[in-house]
Nanobody, 117 residues
Framework: QVQLVESGGGLVQAGGSLRLSCTAS????????MSWYRQAPGKQRELVAR???????DYADSVKGRFTISRDNAKKTVYLQMNNLKPEDTAVYYC???????????WGQGTQVTVSS
């Protein structure tokens, strides 16, 4: 079964923090690079952070120093700790393999993050 389930979003004031979680089915998760993506209203989906199966990490320049990606292979879960949030971080956040599973034809429901100024 193919599954991606994101959670942890919400409404937060600028400067606040949130921790997102994403649980994936084995088909998608292991041993692949996993990523967090986000899509703001009227904009294309963009890559936020990625983590390889061996733990290699990189980030979009816009979130470096504020966001931290991690993964728990036993739980098939990837996390995104977001600190010092800014209004421009407002978006629906998704996780997926990198490159996206099934050429991007499958996505979870995402989790909404809204940062108020």
């Amino acid at each position: 079964q193919v599954q991606l389930v994101e959670s942890g979003g919400g409404l937060v004031q600028a400067g606040g923090s949130l921790r997102l979680s994403c649980t994936a089915s084995r088909t998608i998760f292991s041993p692949y690079t996993m990523s967090w993506y986000r899509q703001a209203p009227g904009k294309q989906r963009e890559l936020v952070a990625r983590i390889t199966g061996g733990g290699g990490i990189d980030y979009a320049d816009s979130v470096k120093g504020r966001f931290t990606i991690s993964r728990d292979n036993a739980k098939k879960t990837v996390y995104l700790q977001m600190n010092n949030l800014k209004p421009e971080d407002t978006a629906v956040y998704y996780c997926n393999r990198n490159p996206p599973f099934d050429n991007g034809r499958y996505w979870g429901q995402g989790t909404q993050v809204t940062v108020s100024s």
